[in-house]
């Protein structure tokens, strides 16, 4: 029965946001890009590991209280960014979530900055929450036409400050393994980065990089 309405129970890590209620609006970003469609630690495609990611997150924060929403994301040139909607902030975390969520596809490039600018937007005009945060589930790898090395790095982390300067905390999940994914602890902050190769065990390390990126936000309480 859980399976069938779209509430399993393998993502625990809710038991410790639970505790708190935060007002909390999330915005989380899944990277559906080209590159992602590579193998990942595991042996499968990182695509489906963030996938599986994005599922337990969402999840665990929409029983947590929290108001959450979730898209996909991949860019065609400066402009063509697409976001797909997976979860919007009044959507239930049900079968049709997960529907929405098994129909993405790796495709296109990455504007990792575009996209933090949607999610900080769709947190200030649909969250609702007087606290907001984006969490970011990415390979690292931001690249497009003309964006790419120090300047895609740059643009990341002007979207990233404008976001903060408005009160919102931002995180980074990396589901992939690659060394090359480390250029985003740069770019986010060791406090506001978080690798995980493989999901199992990640409940606990999870809940208190959540926790720790609201606190450094000032945004926990």
């Not at 945060?133 to 790095?153: C, F, N, R």
């Not at 995180?171 to 992939?176: A, H, R």
């Amino acid at each position: 029965t859980a399976q069938r309405t779209g509430h399993a129970r393998e993502a625990r890590f809710h038991r410790k946001p639970r505790r708190i209620r935060r007002e909390l609006g999330v915005s989380v970003l899944l990277d559906i890009t080209a590159s992602s469609a590579d193998p990942a630690g595991d042996g499968r495609a990182l695509f489906e590991l963030q996938r599986d990611g994005a599922l337990q997150l969402v999840r665990a924060l929409s029983e947590a209280g929290d108001r959450v929403s979730c898209h996909g994301f991949h860019s065609w040139g400066r402009k063509l960014v697409r976001l797909q909607r997976v979860k919007g902030f009044d959507d239930r975390a049900d079968v049709a979530m997960r529907a929405r969520l098994a129909a993405l596809r790796p495709v296109g490039y990455s504007r990792l900055g575009a996209a933090i600018r949607h999610g900080h937007w769709l947190l200030q005009n649909h969250s609702g929450m007087p606290r907001g945060m984006i969490v970011l589930i990415s390979d690292g790898l931001a690249y497009d036409q003309d964006y790419e090395g120090e300047h895609a790095v740059q643009d990341t982390r002007r979207a990233l400050r404008e976001a903060r300067a408005r009160g919102l905390a931002c995180l980074c999940l990396d589901l992939s393994g690659r060394s090359e994914a480390g250029s985003l602890r740069g770019v986010f902050g060791e406090a506001h980065h978080l690798r995980l190769p493989v999901l199992q065990g990640m409940e606990g390390r999870l809940a208190r990089a959540l926790e720790r990126s609201l606190r450094e936000a000032g945004l926990r309480g």
